[in-house]
């Protein structure tokens, strides 16, 4: 892992209109509504790391995944790769070279692949969009080594998606992935749709194709257990904003947010050392109409009337970043 920071993303928000139709608000005397998503977040991504975003389904880590990789315009901030800003539209040759140097591995394999694609189609799209060869033989060629990097034979290039397992279509999907040669790849929870044996080859091959090729990943996931497989630094999302970034040691030995603390203490003792587990307690309020001060003092043990009047601001201890006004204070 080098320290160069590959991706850095500045104060990013992103708002989604979700307001009636207007003849209904203008008769039922509505205002326009808005559902924040993502709020105020800044990372970095150095080269060669695999940073985790967590946290309960809804607290936003998809839409910054769709962010980063371009999927979604932002409403505010700015993201940064490979010190080409991603929002400046003057620079179109520059933008094109950076996108072939982004993918982006999704949740469920069989959505996203074409269904009436053969394999070999699928997975040399990439090398003919961003024009890497343009001879057939040297497309094919490339496209069963892609597929022969990720454990499938070449011959498997016949072959439609519905012809191959779960596992198997993620694998698909890696070697797409990996056909543009990218530098950086977002990984939208690309285990949670299969078995647990399966999750393990996976993310196995990811770390094989990491430490080969020098990639760098975001990683999306609300398992905790996979994250610690994965990650070198973490970071937990409530609720659209960041509650805690942190090495991953550090995160899994010594959590400082309350939030951080609930997560880790829903996970299964599987070394069984007798600590007592806890189920995760409430669910993340309507993002539409969200708390005052702390979004998360209304699950939240040490909450006193600080935390639902002011919204805390990130600081420093012992190496986490947290933003809590009970770690501020010492009540934690």
């Known amino acids: 892992m080098s320290d160069t920071i590959l991706v850095k993303v500045e104060n990013l928000d992103r708002l989604f209109d979700v307001s009636k139709p207007l003849l209904n608000r203008i008769i039922e005397h509505e205002k326009r509504q808005f559902l924040r ?13 695999t940073f985790a975003l967590v946290g309960e389904s809804g607290s936003g880590k998809s839409t910054v995944a769709k962010m980063v990789v371009g999927l ?25 070279q950076m996108r072939s140097e982004i993918q982006m591995i999704f949740q469920d394999p069989f959505a996203s692949l074409n269904p009436r694609w053969r394999v070999e189609k699928i997975v040399s799209e990439p090398i003919i969009a961003f024009n890497l060869e343009s001879e057939n033989e040297a497309i094919i060629k490339r496209t069963g080594e892609l597929l022969s990097l990720v454990g499938l034979a070449p011959s498997d290039g016949r072959k439609f998606p519905h012809e191959f397992s779960g596992g198997q279509r993620q694998r698909i999907c890696i070697a797409r992935a990996l056909a543009s040669n990218p530098k950086f790849i977002v990984c939208d929870e690309p285990t949670s749709a299969l078995d647990v044996s399966v999750q393990a080859q996976i993310l196995n091959l990811m770390r094989d194709l ?9 990683f999306i996931s609300h398992d905790l257990s996979v994250v610690r497989h994965m990650a070198n630094r973490i970071g937990v999302m409530y609720l659209g904003r960041l509650v805690e970034v942190a090495d991953t040691k550090s995160l899994f030995k010594n959590p400082r947010h309350p939030y951080t603390r609930m997560l880790l203490d829903a996970i299964p003792d599987l070394e069984m050392s007798g600590k007592e587990r806890k189920p995760i307690e409430g669910e993340i309020p309507n993002p ?3 708390p005052t001060g702390c979004t998360f003092h209304p699950r939240c043990p040490l909450a006193n009337e600080r935390c639902k009047r002011e919204i805390p601001a990130s600081f420093n201890i012992d190496g986490n970043e947290v933003t809590c006004h009970a770690v501020e204070e010492g009540r934690s």
Do not use: M, Y
């Open 288 to 290: 539409i109409n969200p």
């Open 72 to 96: 979604l315009e932002p409403t505010k901030g700015r993201i940064e790769i490979d010190n080409l800003d991603l929002s400046d539209k003057n620079k179109v040759k520059e933008l094109r």
């Open 210 to 218: 990491q430490d080969k090729f020098g990639l760098t990943f975001l």
């Open 37 to 49: 998503a993502v709020d105020n977040l800044s990372i970095e991504i150095k080269q060669g790391e």
